[in-house]
């Protein structure tokens, strides 16, 4: 009989397959960083399969589904969840188990709903036969790089829409103001002069939140970061616009988290800062604090402010989208900037309506240390 480990729970199908091979088996892929499991078929008297049972599964699967390894070995499908014989993954291993032909296929998977744990995000699924009761099943997460390509995407799309415009505009600008040179610098030159300023001060605007864009989420730095000294640090600097404002900024007590201080600061400063923009006909009052769940913290940024659409959603999150069109001067950045630093860090970010007026963004990072 072959030993289990804390690592990878015994599978005695797997054992009969392979005798004494299968320990070198389970050894090797206990390695790989990429989930990796093993599913059998269970059939009734007539031979036909009426369910799948979970065999071995490496370190990685556990991670990935959320179950600890000894309480994901021997579990039944359809036992757990009935109605999944209409997944198409259920039906991808069956149609292996019974075909012996190899399949690979990308998934995206939007409710984590699965007979045994939960799993969100866009999957490359490999199945590979392994005798004639059983597969492989092969897992790469291809969730980021499919969110960079779409990114990207949209990018392309929207940078080459909202240069395309500012350019035009100085080009048109430029051409009256040649033609009337001749005539000195009369009124109407004077206003063609800062029609070109201001056409250009948007069109650098726009490249410069797509350099700050492409910088930020990158090359980050694992530090403990003291968040109130962050916070403290903000506030100062935009301590101007508050007393322009006659806007109060409240910080309540913030934790220490593991992360990049000057990346965080960034999504304080670009929070904090467009809580006082969209400021309503009442002095803004932006208040910021934390709560611990489990090994993250979750910051809230509320303000009392004009709120955002809430048809919108994570739209806000885009690139070059802007809550209030044309209303506030900006180029639409900085809450793309915001979220892909936070999601660097392994956080989320989103927003909320807040209970009387305005809005609550919140985002997590992990905590210095866990909990427990």
């Known amino acids: 009989m072959l030993r289990g480990s804390p690592s990878s729970p015994p599978d005695t199908r797997l054992e009969r397959l392979f005798g004494t091979g299968a320990a070198a088996f389970r050894t090797a892929f206990d390695l790989l960083p990429d989930p990796v499991g093993i599913v059998w078929a269970i059939r009734d008297e007539s031979g036909a399969i009426v369910d799948l049972q979970t065999g071995y599964s490496n370190p990685a699967m556990g991670r990935t589904i959320g179950v600890p390894l000894e309480a994901s070995i021997g579990r039944r499908f359809l036992a757990e969840l009935p109605d999944f014989t209409e997944d198409e993954t259920y039906q991808r291993l069956c149609r292996v188990i019974e075909t012996g032909w190899p399949e690979a296929v990308e998934i995206s998977v939007a409710t984590g709903r699965g007979p045994i744990g939960r799993v969100r995000g866009t999957f490359l699924h490999r199945v590979i036969p392994l005798g004639s009761e059983g597969v492989l099943s092969l897992v790469t997460d291809v969730t980021e790089q499919r969110r960079m390509e779409e990114e990207l995407r949209d990018y392309a799309k929207v940078a080459a829409h909202d240069l395309r415009e500012p350019i035009m505009a100085a ?98 400063q670009n929070l904090v800062a467009n809580a006082l923009k969209f400021h309503s006909d009442e002095p803004p009052h932006v208040s910021v604090w934390a709560e611990r769940h ?9 303000d009392n402010g004009v709120g955002v659409p809430p048809e919108l959603g994570d739209e806000i999150f885009s690139m070059f989208k802007r809550a209030h069109g044309e209303e506030v001067d900006g180029c639409g950045i900085g809450l793309a900037v915001c979220r892909k630093i936070v999601e660097a860090h392994g956080g989320v970010i989103w927003a909320e309506p807040a209970d009387a007026s305005g809005t609550v963004m919140r985002f997590t990072v992990p905590g210095l240390q866990p909990t427990g």
């Open 171 to 268: 080009g048109y600008f430029t051409e009256l103001l040649g033609r009337k040179l001749a005539d000195g610098r009369t009124a109407e030159n004077e206003e063609l002069l800062a029609s070109v300023r201001r056409t250009h001060a948007r069109a650098r605007g726009l490249v410069d939140g797509v350099l700050e864009y492409a910088r930020s989420g990158t090359g980050l730095a694992a530090d403990a970061v003291d968040t109130s000294e962050l916070m403290a640090d903000v506030a100062a600097s935009l301590a101007a616009a508050v007393d322009r404002l006659q806007g109060r900024i409240e910080i309540l007590s913030l934790p220490v988290v593991r992360g990049d201080r000057a990346q965080l600061g960034r999504v304080f």
């Open 294 to 302: 489990e090994a993250m913290w979750l910051f809230n940024v509320r």
